[in-house]
C-alpha cells in the first residue's frame, strides 16, 4: 500500500523550531520528487519547499527562505523540513507530496501522485 505519512508538528512558540518528517512506504522515496505544501485556515494550499531526486535541487518559498531545509534520508525513506525562526503566519497544516517524474515544484500541486495526510503546526505565544 502506497502512503505518506507526516509527523512532527505540534505547537510553538515565535522564534521556535521544529522537524517535520515525511515518511514514505510501499515505494521508494529516492526516485520521487517530494514537496511540502501548507494550507492556513481560509486560504489556498500554499507550496513552502520541494527537492528533486535526481539531482537534489532544492526550491523555497520566499516567505520561508532562510528559515526552513528541505532534505532527504533515503536509508530511512524519509523527507524531512526544519522549520526555524517560526512565526504566527507559519501556522498551518503542512502536506508532504510525491512526483513520480523524480522532479520536484512548489507552484503546481497537480503534478504530484501521492500525499499525506497533513500535520499541524502552530505558532503562537
Known amino acids: 500500500q502506497v502512503q505518506l505519512v507526516e509527523s512532527g508538528g505540534g505547537l510553538v512558540q515565535p522564534g521556535g523550531s521544529l522537524r517535520l518528517s515525511c515518511a514514505a512506504s510501499?515505494?521508494?522515496?529516492?526516485?520521487?520528487?517530494i514537496g511540502w505544501f501548507r494550507q492556513a485556515p481560509g486560504k489556498e494550499r500554499e507550496g513552502v519547499s520541494s527537492?528533486?531526486?535526481?539531482?537534489?535541487?532544492?526550491y523555497y518559498a520566499d516567505s520561508v527562505k532562510g528559515r526552513f531545509t528541505i532534505s532527504g534520508d533515503n536509508a530511512k525513506n524519509t523527507v524531512y523540513l526544519q522549520l526555524n525562526s517560526l512565526k504566527p503566519e507559519d501556522t498551518a497544516v503542512y502536506y508532504c507530496a510525491a512526483d513520480g517524474s523524480g522532479l520536484s515544484n512548489i507552484v503546481d500541486i497537480s503534478t504530484y501522485d501521492y500525499w499525506g495526510q497533513g500535520t499541524q503546526v502552530t505558532v503562537s505565544s
Open positions: 527537492i528533486n531526486s535526481m539531482d537534489g535541487r532544492t
Open positions: 510501499g515505494f521508494s522515496l529516492d526516485s520521487y520528487g
